[in-house]
Structures are given as C-alpha cells and as structure tokens.
C-alpha cells in the first residue's frame, strides 16, 4: 500500500484521476529560497498537455497549475508545495459503456483484481493524466538542476520503426521542439508523423523508444548498493505507464559486446580522469562519473485502440468484445518526453541531494 | 548516503568488501514461524559460489553461511535475521599494483570521485562479492515464496551473441542447472561454453542476456503510482553490478508493435478472466495480473580483462595502461542468475507483503 | 529535509500554511472500499475548528473539507485520497508588524534560522492551522479503527493546575464533548474554565494535560525494536506544537516505584492472560498487549499573549520589546483534544497495517 | 514488520538476541573519511556493560566489539559499517523454568502474542542486550558530533525518588562518570546507592530519571512538521526498553505555568538572538535554536525481581506464580545513559544531515 511517494529527501506524491475534480501533487523536501512561480510550473504542464497538434488527443485541457502552499513572496519557503490542476473537459459518458468490459492492454482488469472495484471513468489513476502530478514537480526539480548547472533533455529516437539518425547534443536542444514528434532528426519526424497518421487511420496505435540526457552531472551521485543512480532511475522510468524497458548507456546492446569493446577507456582530459567513450551512460558501479548520463525508454502503443478486440464482460463472467471509441493518442512517445524528463529530473535532485552536495547558494 | 538496504517491509541490509573480513546481510520482517536453517541458505549460495566450474573465476571461496540471529528451535522468531559469510580465499597482493590505476568498466573512479578514496582490494564493496548478501537474503525470500505457491526461475536466454530457443517454464525447471552456463537449451548452451573459452583465450569477455520467469505470483501485486510491480522489478535489478537494461514481457520490442499486436487479448479461463498472450509480462498498470512475470537483464561482458588497456594514474594524475591480472570470470551472466532470481523474490515478498495477502498459515 | 510526511503503509502527507490560500493533506494507503464522504471529515474538523466557544480563537473558519480524489460512488478506491480545506478568515494585518520581531516561544526565530526566511502571516507552516490535515486524515484512521473494533478517546485531565478526578472509559465518552474544555469530570472542568477566564483577563495563558485512550486494540501491535508502538505514539504526539512531553500508562510516575509495584501482575481473565493493572499502558516491549492504550501529552501555555513580551528585531538587530493583538486561544489543550487524537489514530492504523492484521473485510 | 532500522541519512539496523550468537548493528550513511577504529566502539560498550560495579547485573560480558566492513586504512570508506560483539557469558538455564510464564513487567506475553512463540532464553530479542548495537552505533554518532563541536552528556537526576541538586554542563561533564549511578551531584549519588542496596536487599528494584544535555548543536536542525527534532527524539528514546516518558525542556511541568513564564524572552546575545531561559529546551517549532537541548526520561523499576509475582502458565492456561532469580540489575537508570545518549546522538546526526550541514571537512 501507499505507492503514491517518490524520493527521499526530494520527495513528491501525486493524487488525482482522470476524471476526477482534480489532479495533483505535493513536492516536499524542495530547499528555501527558490525563486518560483506558477509559470515555471505551467511551462512544462504544457508540453505535456494534450490538444497541442493533430497527433494527440482533441481532449482539451487547460491543465493550468495551481500553487496553494510553500511559496511566499515568491520564493519557496521549505515547505510542502502544493500544486493542483482542476480537471476541466471531463466527459465519462463514452466509459459508460466500458465499466464491466475491461479494456485489453489497461489496468482495467488489474485495478479490479486488486482493489475489488474500481473508478471506471477515463482510467481513473491508471490514466496517464495521473502525470500532471510528475511534470508539475519535475519543473521544479528541473528549475533546481539549472541553477547546479544540470540540464536534463528528453527525445524521441525511434517511432514506429522509424529510427532517427545520432544526435549531439546541440541538435537535440535546437531541433526536438520544433517537430509534435519530439524528434531531434527532422527527416525522420517527418517520417514518423506519416507513420502516425497511417496508424490512426487503421483504427491502431504505434510505440517507440525515448532517450534522456543529462548534461553537466556532477561525478558522485548515487547511492551503492541498492540506490545506485542507474537503479533510481530505472524505478522512476519504469513506474510511467506504458514503459515496457529501461537502459542505461549502451543498453541491451552490451550483451554482444566484448569487454575490450565495451569498457570505456580512461583518459586525462582537462587535468582529470575522462572516459573516451561512453558506453557506460556515465554511471559506473551505481555512481555517476560526470560524463552525460543517457537513458532509454520503450514505450508500447497506446493500448486504446479503435480496433474491435476480445475481453471479458465482467458482470456476466464471459467473453465479450469491445470498440473503444473515446479520444486516444494514436502514439505516446512524443508526450512521454516531458514526463520522462520529469522523472529524471526527480531522481537527480534527489540523489545530489542523498549525496550532499546540493549548491543551494544561488536558488534564488 | 545509505543505500544498503532494499525493501519496506521485508527489508534486507547488505554489508561487506570483497577482500574485509566478511561480507553479510540483516534481514528484517521475516515473519516468524517460518522454518529455517543454514543449509537453506547454502543452497543458494552454492550456486552463486565461484569455482563451481571452468567457465568461471578459481578463486576458492567456501562461502559459509552463519545464522547469527533471528532462528530459535529452527523457525524464523520475527526478529532480524543477521546471516554472515567470512571472507576466505583473498589475495589482496595483485590489487596493490591497481591501487591509482582505476580499472576500466569497473567502480574504481567513481568510488574514489565520490569518497574521495577507496577500498581497492578486489573492487571494495563495489565488487560483485556484494551480492552474497542478497543471494543469502533471497534464498528466505524464496521459501516464502515456494509456500505462497510462488517459483522464480532465472536462466540464460543470450551469450556472447549466441540465442537460447525459446524454452517453456518445464524445460527452464529441468535444463538449467545441469549446464554451467544455465541455459534452458543444450545445444545453445554448448555454443555459448565455447564462446566464453575462445573469449578467454582472447583475453577478453562476453555479454549476455538473462531471464527471469515468476510463476504462480497472484493478481494484485503492485502499489501503484511509483511502486508498481514493474518499477520494483527495474530497481532491483538494475542495482546488481553489471545490469545494463531491464525489461518486462515483451520489454524493448513493443517499441516496433502496433496496438493491435501488442495488446493481450482478454478470455474467460477457467472461470475468471485471463491473457491469450502475455507481451505484457503479467504486469499492468503496475499490478500482476495472474500470468507468469517475465523480466530480461542485459548484462554486460565482465569488465576485468587481461587485454591491456588506457587508463590514467591517480597519484601522477597522467595517462597509463593496465594489463588486469588476478582471477576473473570470462562471462557473468551464469552466475548472476541466482542473484537476479534473489531481487525478483526479494521485490516479491516484500510486494505481496506490502499488499497484505502474504500467507503465512503454514510457514513451520 | 521532507518531514510532512507520516506512516509506512498509512501514510499521510500534510501541506499548507496559516494564511496562505489553503491547507490539505494526501492520504496514502486507505485501503479500498471504505465508505466515506466529506462528512465523515467534517465531523472531525468541526470537533478542531476555532470560534466554537468562548474559550477558543475568535477566527471565524467554516474549515469545509473538499474530497478531491481517492473516493468513487461514495467508497475509496485505494487511490490517495487528497483532501482541501480553504483559508477563509484570512487577515494577515496584525502580523505586518511582527515580521521582524519573532514572538517568544513560537517558531518565527527558529524558522528564520533555518530556512533564511520566512512566511510571517500567521505563523506560516509552523502555525496549529497545519494540524487541519492531520484531523482530516485521522477521520479516515478513526473510521477504520471502528471497524476494527477500536476507539481512540482524548479528554483534558489537568488545565491551569485543575486536576480532573479520574474518570473511567463511560465517563470519558459521555462527558468529554458536553463541556468547551474536553474535561470528563464537569466540576474540574467548571474550575478549568474559570482559569481559563481568568487568564485571559490577564493577558496570559495556561497549560495543561491532554489524555488519549484506546479501547480494543487487539495484542501484537508494534514493531520492535525501534518501531516500538510506545515510540511511534511518542514520535506521532511530540510532533504537535506545543507538546513538551508524553507518558505512556503510568508513565513519569514510574520513577518512584518498586518493580514490584509497577509490574502488572499476569491472571487468566476469559480464558486468556490479561493484567491485573495497567501501569504499562497497554504496551509491553513496544508491543500491544490487549489492554487499554493510555497517552498524556502536556501542552504548554498558548505562546501567543498580550502581556508585552522581550524580542529582537531582526532588521535591526537590536533588543525591542513586543505585545501581540491577534486573536489567539488562551489555552491549548480543549482542542488539541482532536489532534492528538488523530495522531494516534494514524499511528494505530499503520502499525496495524505493519502488522498485517488489518480486518477490511467489513469496510463497506 | 521490518522496525529494526532507525534513521534516514545515516541509518543503522541492530539485530541479535541476548542468548544468541551475537548481537550487531549495522550502520549505513556513515560519511567517508572519519577516522574509527574498534577502541572508540569499545570505549562506549564498556560504559554500557554489565559488571562494572556492584550496583549491577553480575552477568560478565566483555561486549568485545569487531569491525567488519567499512573501514579500511583506519578510515571509513562510505561503505556501511558492521559490527559484531559475540555472547559470551550466556546460561540459558535459569530461563528454562520461565518458558511459559511470562515475567510479568517484561515483554514476554506480548511477542508470544505477536509472532506465536518467542525466544525464552534471557529476553530473546526484547532483552536489554539489545541495546548493544545502539551504543556501538551511538560511539560513530558521537564522534562525528564532537567534530561538528557538539557534546552529548547524559546523568541520573532521580533514582528511587532521591532527586539531584541542578548541575550545569561543567559538573556534569567532570561528576557523572566518577560515581556507579552516573550522577552529577556527589552526595545524591552516595543516597542513591543506598537506595539501590536496600532494594536489591527486599528483592526488589528501583526506577529514576535520566536527563541528556546537548551542547554546541546549531540553529536550524530539526524537519517541521513530523520530523521535528523533539518528536525524532522523543521516538529515539521512547524506543528503549523500560522508558516510559520523554520530556524536552521544561517537559511535563509546562502544564502548570502561564504563557508568560512559559515563553522564553529573546535578547541579542554575542550579535546574535538568544533565549534568556530555556523552557523550551533548545527547541521550538520543531528546530533547534542554538540553545542547549534538554531531553528527560523517566525510566521503569527493573521488571526481573525476585520477589514472588503472579502469571499464568501458558501450557496449562491457568494462573501460577513465579518467582525469578537470574542476575539483574536492581535498578537501569545508571546503564541507561549510555543508551539514551547513543540514541540522542543517532538522532542528531541524521536530522544535521538531512539538515544538508553536516562539517565533514576535518573527519579525517
């Protein structure tokens, strides 16, 4: 029980659901004197917002954030931050139909088995609006990591089957917003947006993989053996609906590598130890060694489809089958960009935090 | 700091270097009754001990689990149980020569970036001795398990480039442990034998993959928001050395699945809802949903090879190489199987206990 | 850092400040299917609410709960269930002038010490107003303990040196909430007010002790050896402003015994062992015995008098003297009565929960 | 389950039974680069050890402390630190007789109702023994405070009702030690020994009052609004065994004063706000002030005495006397300053790290 707490000294715990009167968080732990008002928050809740373009979702949500506590004269105080987004363009009519017939690929049928019931309307807090709360703390978090000189940047890299072409850095921060795909290669979001539509049109839904950089990570953070920087972030990445695997550097791809090929070599550069390569991602033995740590998400296809598929009606205990109509996303990556993001963002300051070495200096 | 403990409410401590006079672990909230003795713990160790075959490293290590505390007349009292394992077999005399030189792939700079010097006999606690501690806590974990019905099944599905078939859960059960490569497939594991000796005549080591398979886990098991199931799993597993992605069902490749395709059809079975498919890997939204539970590490090849390779000099802060003597295994991911399989019990005791359906009626 | 939050599996989440534009808290860990609706909240709150008496505040506050998530068709959904209370009767005027002059005995000094600035309004977060969301969430302690069969009783057994004859757990429950200081023995409580009058008159205030009972609580609860169910209530009372101590069963009294005299003699009673006294209070090695659970906390006279009073003023640094107008209770305990209460409510239900024998088969 | 850690930052997880093998701490969080070696353990375990005088238990422990993990080079290494003291002088046999009657007064009863059966051999695990890895942990805790210039000193100020002059911080510091009692007033302590013998004598035992004095702790320690300084103490010390009341400052007797006598006045002092008094004890609103912190505790009669008591037996189900021998302390006070200081200084530590201003420049 009581999921609902991320972080230790850092720590946030969100609430809400879909269709519920609102949906939120509360940042605990945020250091006093942090300059910060409801447009840092509001920034952020909008790249995650839907309605932006004609690959998400028509719901149409405001999605305007409210600070209630923890901020004085505008500055954090060290108390709790409350944050709340009222949910506006509510319409559980269209899930009438699909209280009893849960939906394959959702949490329907899990949040029944485990809880006995369950608030049916729009997913209730298995929706993905459930990470409001994340993206809210996270502009906080990101706000924090700035002044310490730490810039997190998430990125769409595959789509569809659609891989985008190596990126640096400098690409990655010019050329990832200026695409709904979120894609730092703009031929190949040119691409991945046909691939979208072509999707949408079949009535079905496509996946694809997000990285995230962090740029200018202190060597240090991370707390072995069971914290250890690369393990946080896998929880906080893996607890984002729809996430089906987490790698750190290289990844997977290590598995068919040799250790003469996958060992990053150290070489003095600058007048202290570097690493030539990095295919470690920047973390060794759980603590970051202050190369750019780099992460990788899948996400499946959005699990709403409007394709008819077999489920169960579960009032009458037998097979059924289901068209879900509502307003979907045909594919989540482009939106999950700001959430990852947002889930970095959480663990780094956290763990600078768990590590003491914080600059709170210049917060405000 | 402190991030040697792993859990809420079946919560282990982990301690120990590879070359101090012992390493060992505390576990707490094992709930009493439950019956116990050291030879349970042997058991498992047993399979993580080096020197059970040639494809791994001869350090000699009898690895003899004390039960110190926490047992009375043979049954778990509900107090912590304290298991401690002398360290025997240690030569620190080859790391002397490593003491500036950090190793590269392994912890060495980050250790002394983030303490600002270190333990350097055979890795400190950053070495994979550490896993002892979990291995030996794992092994109560997984009587728990076995009474709640519940088995954890790890084996080698990829090494060194080499493929396992696709192996059900009765050949998994059967096939693994009689090769020491742990692979449910014979014939892949005789190749895969053959890539570690050629990679060790190389100097060199491999990669590979593991998979770890949970039967009989219950629906409902999960906290969501951020202690899914799945989020647990990832932060298990990512903190063992040398873990590089985590997956769960179907992992990365949903990233090239439709909607259509990746979404497990929902059927009567038995008289209650079930998956035709399980691409989800029994997890969603965060809760097992009754179907087996699939997760895959990519583990990396063993970072200590006697190629030569750069390095720098920490006292002289200038570039050198290294030429990595001592005992090595030339693959990990064979004896990283009992210690994967001993996070996967260890998430699920402590998630089903923290769900509150732990049966405990005939632990004795 | 991150201190506003509270339990394990039952956790809450506490935020707001005294003239800010609300006060809440997050509610984690209720299991689902629990009846309840905002007038199970308000009911508590009204029991807290100033303006009741003439003995309290006049700060006129309706303190109306909203429910903003975690509840569906009238029952929890085993959602977190986040909970609002507006700031109404804000007039933060008076308190212009004590920006710089930290009144004796609150928190304005020490604030400022720690965060380097503070939110001088009505004390901030350090204001009683924070106990709003411990109350909000102690109603949902307080119901599921009925369904367990407990109840958590709070009555004020001394005031301004009255001391209330003892009273047993019938006159507790029928005589408490007929008289403005929560006192069971109406004679004492007659005197009590006096004091109280008289107090005030003088631009003073008084202290006094607050009791805290629970019947049925069943034997096994609490979690040795740091978890001890004595200190955990210890942990939950000491964290209310103004409480300078807390006792359990005889409690300091203890100090003046013979062994012989403080142990409660063991008898069969129904079948089973009970004790014959009870000057454990109802724990015996930090774990519950079956008997009643008894509490004393002493409160401190209200800091807030208008006696003028030494204090420094910060812009200045120089000594100054202060007299504060506002308006303030001139004693504590008649209503920190619910707050404790609701502390050990939450404390109750989570170890309970740890425990793992939480009966929620009921709960609907 | 699982209440066998204390703390957040540093954190440490104490295991063993008073007749087991051993009993142990481990301690994670501790900060790389202090200075440990098994003779500052050894000095705080020989202050705790029974047999130093005869006003205690007879029972001979060396309490021989081993350091296996986390120092290397005289140096803590970051890594978490175990410590193991073997049981020596252990003769169960006096406790077979007690096997199913439980000492009334002892925690016997209670973890036969939680767990179903107990360990009967000297307490088990609800034995004082267990206090052990406190103290060793509490000697780590202590000598990171004396860096950061702070001092813990704890003295008896009451036994059997004999009550000590007031002492300031320099008679405590140079009186406590000399005398058995551990009392800073000379003459009080020859009464207080008296007191002892003439209980021991009836075969009886005797309870007091222990105060602990922090010295040199700086403004700003202490996480409002559950984790503040007083009630992190207050859980501190009503953890252990035979307490059963905390006090900070003034403590219970703030109930009888006016708000005006209560409240400390504000002067500058040396440039900078103080306190005139310190009723409040070094804290308000939960934060140290840079006043001395004052903690008291009321401390229980030994329950072992010898003379007669009722019970039950708990094969038979029927009421019985016992009448217990073993060794004993006829009074705990005295042993207890060890203890509570460890606990204050554990305490300590964490809220200065998660304070983010912990010196940890001159550990080494």
């Known amino acids: 029980m009581s999921g609902n707490t991320f972080g230790t000294l850092f720590r946030i715990t969100t609430w809400g ?67 709340l987004v009222r949910n506006k363009d509510v319409d559980s009519s269209k899930y009438e139909a699909l209280r009893n017939t849960p939906r394959p690929g959702h949490a329907d049928l899990t949040y029944e088995q ?16 459930e990470t409001i709360g994340r993206v809210a703390a996270g502009a906080i978090a990101k706000k924090i990591l700035r002044i310490n000189g730490i810039e997190v940047l998430g990125h769409v890299v595959e789509l ?7 990126a640096n850095v400098e690409q990655i921060r010019s050329n990832t917003e200026k695409n709904p795909v979120r894609c730092a290669d703009p031929e190949a979001a040119l691409k991945m947006e046909a691939m979208i539509h072509a999707a949408r049109s079949e009535g079905d839904s496509i996946g694809g993989i997000v990285e995230i ?15 250890k920087l690369n393990a946080q972030l896998a929880h906080g990445l893996m ?5 089906k ?3 750190i550097g290289i990844g997977a791809k290590c598995s068919l590598m040799k250790g003469s090929q996958m060992n990053d070599p150290i070489k003095m550069h600058d007048g202290k130890p570097g690493a030539l390569t990095n295919n470690a991602g920047g973390i060794l033995g759980g603590i970051s060694n202050g190369e750019p740590i780099i992460c990788r998400i899948a996400v499946k296809p959005t699990p709403s489809i409007s394709k008819e598929q077999s489920t169960v009606d579960l009032a009458e205990m037998k ?9 979907h996303d045909p594919t989540i990556p482009p939106r999950i960009v700001p959430v990852a993001e947002a889930m970095v963002a959480l663990v780094l300051v956290d763990m ?13």
């Open 352 to 364: 600078i935090m768990r590590g003491g070495f914080l600059k709170t200096s210049s917060l405000g």
């Open 213 to 227: 950089l962090c740029v200018g990570v202190p060597a240090g953070v991370g707390e072995p053996v069971f914290d």
């Open 239 to 243: 607890s984002i609906v729809a996430v």
């Open 114 to 129: 485990k809880y006995g019931f369950r608030d049916w309307r729009g997913g209730g807090r298995s929706s993905a609006r």
């Open 17 to 83: 659901e879909s269709h519920g009167a609102a949906v939120g968080v509360v940042v605990d732990g945020c250091p006093a004197g942090l300059l910060l008002d409801e447009s840092d928050i509001q920034e952020e809740l909008d790249r995650r917002r839907p309605g932006q373009s004609n690959i998400t979702t028509p719901r149409k949500e405001e999605d305007k954030a409210q600070i209630l506590s923890g901020v004085f004269s505008g500055k954090t105080t060290g108390a709790p931050i409350s944050i």
């Open 245 to 247: 695997s987490v790698e």
């Open 319 to 327: 097979d059924t089958r289901i068209k879900i109509t509502g307003r």
């Open 160 to 166: 569809g089957g659609i891989r985008a072409k190596e």
